[in-house]
């Protein structure tokens, strides 16, 4: 027996309202997956269909709309040092890498001990020689 309303919304209009949701779901998920979320927080996927008569009441348009209300990212900070190189006189700025100016810290990706704004120590040694003054290095 033939449905009396005969309308799949994942086919008709060739599968144009599967596609929006489909659209939307990847966005959606996305988001999920995104570290920088929150992950618990609700996402919301809206399909918006719009039935649209004629004058004589004999057909309609379905016009349809999607959208996706996802959940912002985080903010985040950093902090960064800064200051004048007393040899050149220009300003200069890096991220503070360890978790205080000055301090050395070993770098878990790579094992090597750096400087606080990430500067491998045996970089700075190779340039120059003899001993190292790292408070030298930070002059503000």
Same mark, same amino acid.
């Given at each position: 027996? +033939?449905?009396?309303?005969?309308?799949? *919304? /994942? %086919?008709?209009?060739?599968?144009?309202?599967?596609?929006?949701? $489909?659209? &939307?779901?990847?966005?959606?998920?996305?988001?999920?997956?995104?570290?920088?979320?929150?992950?618990?927080?609700?996402?919301?996927?809206?399909l918006t269909?719009?039935?649209?008569?004629? +004058?004589?009441?004999d057909m309609?348009? *379905? /016009? %349809?709309?999607?959208?996706?209300?996802?959940?912002?990212?985080? $903010?985040? &900070?950093?902090?960064?040092?800064?200051?004048?190189?007393?040899?050149?006189?220009?300003?200069?700025?890096?991220?503070?890498?360890?978790?205080?100016?000055?301090?050395?810290?070993?770098?878990?990706?790579?094992?090597?001990?750096?400087?606080d704004t990430?500067?491998?120590?045996?970089?700075?040694?190779?340039? $120059?020689?003899?001993?190292?003054?790292?408070?030298?290095?930070?002059?503000?």
């Open positions: 027996m +033939k449905e009396a309303i005969d309308l799949n *919304l /994942s %086919t008709i209009d060739d599968g144009a309202i599967q596609e929006k949701f $489909e659209h &939307e779901m990847a966005k959606v998920l996305e988001n999920v997956l995104d570290r920088n979320t929150e992950p618990t927080k609700k996402r919301t996927i809206t269909i719009e039935v649209i008569p004629n +004058k004589d009441r309609f348009v *379905l /016009s %349809t709309k999607s959208n996706s209300k996802l959940v912002p990212r985080e $903010e985040t &900070e950093t902090k960064v040092l800064f200051g004048r190189n007393q040899d050149t006189g220009q300003i200069e700025a890096g991220e503070l890498k360890s978790s205080a100016r000055g301090q050395l810290f070993m770098d878990p990706d790579d094992l090597q001990i750096k400087t990430g500067q491998p120590v045996e970089e700075i040694e190779r340039r $120059e020689s003899g001993i190292v003054d790292f408070q030298k290095q930070q002059i503000n």
